[in-house]
């Protein structure tokens, strides 16, 4: 399996423009995470899907913010309009669910974004 | 407020040397917790824990759970620098059975020669 597959893997753009991160989860996994980094606030989870649902967007930071999951194998998290301070390493997980407690969450090669 | 802190933030040895990273939680309805390491990527697992006082071992690696003090150790014997990285710990945390996980500020890790 090629792993979490995700594009781009380095973003610059303006202030004030439309982003689009895109995710491709591994085949078969039923969950899909995305998560924020950046050196202040280290791994932060903005929202999850289960089943292709979303299950809690409290991480959201606000409204600019936005994330669907059109089918199990494609996932977008769009920021309108963009800020500086939105500039941060974004990551998307999958995980399968197979054992009975928590899941393994495998991680993509995350996506760069600068927000000039 | 749930939340998992790590200990030290940031950590240089010499290569050889054994290493214990820590991590403490507080969460509402813990599920289990997860090792992570990071290199200039992404995260990879490294273990998950769900039971008190079972060793997980891989190779130099390894962890424990405390669920009474609520607090994992990671231990590395004979360190190299390719140990070099951000150690993270989470908590697979919340009532429903999805596998949301809270991540502590991690462990940076440097190795020397």
């Known amino acids: 399996d090629a792993g979490v597959i995700q594009s781009p893997r380095h973003e610059v753009t303006e202030m004030g423009q439309e982003v689009t991160l895109r995710c491709k989860p591994i085949?078969?996994?039923?969950?899909l995470f995305w998560y924020r980094q950046t050196m202040m606030r280290g791994l932060e989870l903005l929202i999850y899907f289960n089943n292709n649902v979303p299950i809690d967007d409290s991480g959201m930071p606000e409204d600019r913010f936005s994330a669907k999951m059109p089918n199990a194998s494609f996932s977008t998290l769009k920021i309108q309009p963009s800020e500086p301070r939105d500039s941060a390493v974004y990551f998307c997980?999958?995980?399968?669910?197979?054992?009975?407690?928590?899941?393994?969450?495998?991680f993509g090669p995350g996506t760069r974004l600068t927000v000039t | 407020e749930d939340k998992v802190v790590q200990s030290p933030l940031s950590l240089v040895v010499h290569e050889g040397d054994t290493v214990t990273l820590n991590c403490s939680y507080e969460v509402t309805n813990f599920r289990s917790l997860l090792w992570y390491k990071q290199e200039k990527k992404a995260p990879t697992f490294l273990f998950m824990l769900?039971?008190?006082?079972i060793e997980k071992k891989s190779g130099r690696l390894s962890s424990i759970l405390d669920k009474k003090e609520l607090s994992s150790i990671l231990n590395i014997t004979a360190t190299q620098t390719g140990d070099s990285a951000i150690y993270l710990c989470a908590v697979d945390y919340g009532s429903s059975n999805t596998g949301k996980l809270i991540f502590g500020q991690g462990t940076t890790l440097q190795v020397k020669p």
């Open positions: 769900t039971s008190s006082g």
């Open positions: 085949s078969g996994h039923n969950s």
């Open positions: 997980a999958s995980s399968s669910g197979r054992t009975s407690y928590s899941y393994e969450q495998y």
